[in-house]
């Protein structure tokens, strides 16, 4: 039971990121600041019950958007989900745990290559 709750949580994840990675493309596309598309990601995370951040991450590994307060630019390189992602193939996904810097806190961080063959960044 516990295994399919949590495959569950984790398909339910994997679509909610395909959303998010959907709405940076087209804002990409329309050349939108990332201070506009922020509203758009944080309303996929309202309702979801569990504290949630979604973010957007470049090829060159600098967050592009989040939706929350998280800065722009932000260097994301160095954690090994980006790493792994920017080997794998598009759409594939990397479940880790991981302590946040500089809070400290806990945190499992799901995360997706964007869609393409060339390497775009993550959601």
């Known amino acids: 039971l516990v295994r399919e709750y949590a495959l569950r949580v984790v398909l339910t994840q994997d679509r909610l990121l395909d959303v998010a990675a959907e709405l940076v493309a087209a804002a990409e596309r329309e050349q939108m600041a990332a201070e506009a598309l922020r509203p758009r990601l944080a309303a996929l995370t309202v309702g979801r019950g569990a504290p949630l951040s979604i973010v957007a991450v470049n090829a060159a590994g600098m967050l592009i958007a989040a939706s929350g307060q998280l800065p ?39 995360a997706k290559r964007r869609p393409g063959e060339a390497f775009a960044g993550l959601i």
């Open 72 to 110: 722009v630019g932000l260097d994301l390189r160095d954690r090994h989900y980006f790493a792994a992602l920017r080997d794998a193939r598009p759409g594939e996904l990397r479940l880790e745990r991981q302590v946040l810097r500089p809070s400290g806190q806990d945190a499992l961080i799901l």
